[in-house]
């Protein structure tokens, strides 16, 4: 039980589908995270929420649409993706009411994305 | 732009020895993170150390932070073929507001 729990591990989906990613964590934390993990690359934050507020977004594509319901849940919804961005999705989250780099994160098992 | 980078990118060992990996930042810190990530899986946080801090200890692990020359060092001590993994250091900026920036990671092997 790593408290937070991606879903699907696997996805393949061509490049007309919507699909959604989903992220739940059960360690009452106020923050979540989306992370693009491609080969070879550093990882790369692309949307933060703390308390169900987004507070950053890294200039991502708007074929990539987060939603965060609750301070539990987070989702990526998907869309009109290209091949580059087949990759390893990861959610975290972290304590703090405030959004900082001063707390550990705490990562679900990802999502492996491959488009068509 | 990318704020720690890990050295050496991949090291191979034999199980017992010891496995150093440095990570180098350009910014000043807050803090500075170690991660693990085992193949297929998602990061694992290590150790946090502090600015303030210049070495701490969390059972085979030992991590040095020198702030005067931005480098920190992760050592694992009498390695086992468990450690093998990807290994990520992540620093934390001294603005508010600011996120982790995460490094490209160093492939440790692990050899029995």
């Known amino acids: 039980e790593t408290g937070v729990t991606q879903t699907p591990r696997h996805l393949v989906m061509g490049m007309t589908n919507k699909k959604s990613l989903k992220c739940e964590q059960h360690?009452?934390?106020?923050?979540m995270y989306w992370y693009k993990q491609s080969a070879k690359k550093p990882l790369e934050l692309m949307f933060v929420?703390?308390?169900?507020?987004?507070?950053e977004n890294n200039s991502v594509p708007s074929r990539f649409s987060p939603e965060c319901p609750n301070s539990s849940h987070l989702f990526l919804h998907l869309h009109t993706l290209q091949p580059e961005d087949s990759a390893l999705y990861l959610c975290?989250?972290?304590?703090?009411?405030?959004?900082?780099?001063?707390?550990?994160?705490?990562f679900g098992d990802g999502t492996r994305l491959s488009i068509l | 732009s990318q704020q720690g980078e890990e050295d050496p990118q991949a090291l191979s060992i034999q199980e017992g020895e010891n496995a150093t990996m440095n990570c180098s930042y350009k910014?000043?810190?807050?803090?500075l993170q170690w991660y693990r990530q085992n193949s297929g899986r998602g990061l694992v946080h290590l150790i946090l150390i502090r600015s303030n801090e210049r070495e701490k200890h969390s059972g085979r692990l030992r991590v040095t932070l020198d702030t005067s020359k931005k480098s920190s060092s992760l050592l694992i001590t009498a390695s086992r073929a468990a450690d093998t993994a990807s290994y990520f250091c992540a620093t934390g900026p001294n603005n508010a507001g600011n996120m982790l920036t995460f490094g490209g990671g160093t492939r440790l092997m692990v050899k029995p």
């Open positions: 360690l009452g934390h106020n923050a």
């Open positions: 929420y703390s308390l169900e507020e987004r507070v």
């Open positions: 975290a989250s972290s304590q703090g009411r405030r959004v900082t780099g001063n707390q550990p994160q705490h």
């Open positions: 910014t000043s810190i807050n803090n």
